[in-house]
């Protein structure tokens, strides 16, 4: 079997959607199939063409000119087309597998339909949905409006839809496609590649200001729908009562100087730890210095149908940790089983879960072994890349005898 995959970007870059492809292309290989990655411009100037990174190939495309809104995209797209449609002729794969966002299927349905290649989309987010939350949208705007007809225009043109979690699988189907079409590949872990939490390291703890203090924390990127200014305003209402609470937030992002305004409107930006982005190979050990993990997404439509990796990850780590309960959480987390949930966008409620957890560590143990046994036994790459044997097989059953 041979998978050609269509790509928005990849690692070496950094995000959910790096992760999560490098661990299917491993999963998937290791059932045997030949994969090969093609990365759409947004990657951005590469050093070449054809590059290995951690042990994956990954042919670029070339970046071509900016140009203004919708030109932009289209030419994207055409770039895309032309690299792929070369690739498809060399390489001769079974099936082209299209990644979010439809900017990869529009030019993966075109050349499967010239080369006779049958196509699949993997939908992780809607993109117009994720358009709203970077801000250059707004929900029911024309261009809202027109990318979600571009997604429903690919969904029905595509041979299969694989999605990330059930929340998108129903609005898939609602859109006017068979539920038989559409497969869900849960987002997961590579439960190996993850160790429970580990001793603090006393001299970053230390240097952090951290040292005799309880820490609440965030490991991630700082887009607004996380909800961290949730979790500062929760702060400023625990502190006075806990002076040894402190906040550590780790990474960077779109929301980074509305943040560290907002803890110095506060009154709290002395309290308030702001490590910037961290190599990755480091962030275990500011895993290890926060006691209580925070995940308050705000409700919207984004995070109510898509289902994130970083409880996953917790879990996987043995950590403990708060989230909102947005559908994307509920699909996830057990409450006050593999974690604490409480009512989104109200700080009340998340300052009530800080303190009820924080007030009952005993309850803490179990915890960390329902969300470890969670990832292994359920959460788990092997589990979830298993569910796209019989779509490529029916798809290229000479390719999977």
């Not at 029905?156 to 129903?170: A, M, P, Q, S, W």
Request: proline share 5%; aromatic share 8%.
């Amino acid at each position: 079997m041979r998978i050609l995959h269509i790509l928005d970007h990849s690692i070496p870059l950094h995000s959910g959607y790096t992760f999560r492809t490098a661990a299917i292309l491993r999963e998937q290989r290791a059932l045997g199939w030949e994969t090969f990655h093609l990365t759409s411009p947004k990657q951005g100037q590469c050093a070449a063409a054809h590059e290995e990174v951690d042990g994956l190939d990954f042919y670029r495309c070339p970046v071509p000119p900016a140009g203004p809104a919708g030109l932009n995209e289209w030419r994207l797209i055409r770039t895309t087309e032309q690299r792929l449609e070369a690739l498809v002729r060399e390489l001769k794969p079974d099936v082209i597998h299209a990644h979010s966002p439809v900017l990869n299927a529009i030019p993966a349905i075109r050349v499967g339909r010239r080369l006779g290649v049958p196509v699949v989309y993997e939908i992780r987010a809607f993109w117009e949905d994720a358009a709203v939350d970077h801000g250059t949208t707004s929900e029911g705007s024309l261009r809202y409006r027109a990318t979600r007809a571009l997604e429903t225009w690919a969904i029905k043109r595509v041979d299969h839809v694989f999605t990330i979690c059930e929340g998108l699988r129903r609005d898939i189907v609602a859109r006017g496609v068979a539920d038989s079409k559409v497969t869900v590949i849960p987002n997961a872990v590579d439960v190996e590649g993850f160790q429970l939490s580990g001793t603090p390291d006393a001299a970053l703890k230390a240097k952090l200001g951290l040292a005799g203090c309880t820490v609440l924390g965030f490991v991630g990127s700082f887009y607004a729908y996380e909800g961290l200014d949730l979790l500062l305003d929760a702060f400023a209402a625990l502190h006075a009562s806990q002076p040894d609470l402190r906040v550590l937030l780790v990474g960077g992002g779109a929301q980074d100087a509305n943040l560290k305004a907002q803890a110095e409107r506060l009154g709290i930006a002395d309290k308030v730890v702001f490590t910037g982005r961290v190599p990755h190979a480091e962030v275990s050990r500011y895993y290890d210095l926060i006691d209580l993990l925070a995940y308050p997404r705000h409700s919207m439509r984004l995070t109510e149908l898509v289902t994130p990796l970083k409880p996953l990850e917790a879990m996987a780590q043995g950590r403990i940790f708060v989230a909102s309960d947005v559908g994307g959480h509920k699909e996830l987390i057990r409450d006050g089983e593999t974690g604490r949930l409480f009512a989104a966008g109200q700080v009340p409620a998340l300052v009530a879960s800080i303190q009820d957890m924080l007030a009952h560590r005993e309850r803490w143990p179990a915890m960390r072994t329902a969300g470890r046994h969670f990832v292994e036994e359920v959460r788990n790459w092997k589990n979830s890349v298993a569910n796209y044997k019989a779509v490529y097989g029916r798809l290229a059953p000479k390719a999977a005898a």
